[in-house]
């Protein structure tokens, strides 16, 4: 099955300060999806990427996926302690069809 | 419902007891997930339902683990004989479609968090 990546494992800055998580597949995907979890809690949906190249932004937080659609990026700008948690990179397609396989997460903090 | 719901949130169990833990999908979603987290680690596929049926089952840890969905709607993980490596919060999904050519957003549960003891 395919493997996905995430880079950092954990992650402390300061609030104020920018920040990316990377998400790496072993193959190319049909969609890439994150999601951030506070302790305790299910998932919250960010963002799907579908097509190679595609950006999207929604308020702070911005998202890429590279052409081959295999690698991706969430980029936080001036970060604030609101955005701390777990942030995970889930993928679709090839012989994950079906169902989406998560990397292992990144543990975000942000101290004010 | 508005969301997905998962019940119990939590459930305290002796090893050697079975277990069921439920999913209530929001209405009118085809597709059904079912993962496991255990501490530190990410999420891990167990299975996934289209409709009633499963055509993915891969990720069940052992034939002590099994699911069933009944009128396309709500689900129940059953895990007989628990073990202690079993605690873990489970957690369910579900989207309009599964994923693949047709991509879709996945919504999930709360989870439910299990402890053998």
């Known amino acids: 099955s395919q493997e996905l990546e995430q880079s950092p494992q954990s992650l402390i800055v300061q609030e104020g300060k920018n920040l990316t998580i990377n998400c790496t597949s072993s193959?190319?995907?049909?969609?890439l999806y994150w999601y951030k979890q506070k302790y305790g809690e299910g998932l919250i949906f960010l963002m799907m990427?579908?097509?190679?190249?595609e950006e999207k932004s929604h308020e702070k937080i911005t998202a890429k996926l590279d052409e081959k659609k295999q690698q991706s990026s969430l980029h936080i700008t001036a970060s604030q302690p609101s955005h701390a948690g777990i942030y995970l990179c889930g993928g679709a397609g090839g012989t994950s069809y079906g169902k989406l396989t998560f990397g292992q997460g990144t543990i975000l903090t942000v101290h004010p | 419902g508005a969301g997905v719901s998962q019940s119990p949130s939590n459930k305290v169990t002796e090893k050697g007891k079975d277990v069921e833990l439920r999913c209530d999908p929001i209405s009118g979603h085809t597709a059904l997930y079912w993962y496991r987290q255990s501490l530190g680690q990410g999420l891990e596929f167990l299975i996934y339902f289209q409709g009633n049926s499963a055509p993915d089952k891969s990720g069940l840890p052992s034939d002590r683990f099994s699911a069933e969905r009944t009128g396309g709607s709500v689900s129940t993980l059953t895990i007989q004989r628990t073990q202690q490596e079993d605690s873990a919060v489970y957690l369910c999904?579900?989207?309009?479609?599964?994923?693949?050519?047709?991509?879709?957003?996945?919504?999930f549960g709360q989870g439910t968090r299990l402890t053998v003891v």
């Open positions: 990427l579908q097509k190679g190249g």
């Open positions: 999904a579900s989207s309009l479609a599964i994923f693949g050519g047709r991509n879709t957003e996945a919504f």
């Open positions: 193959k190319t995907l049909y969609g």
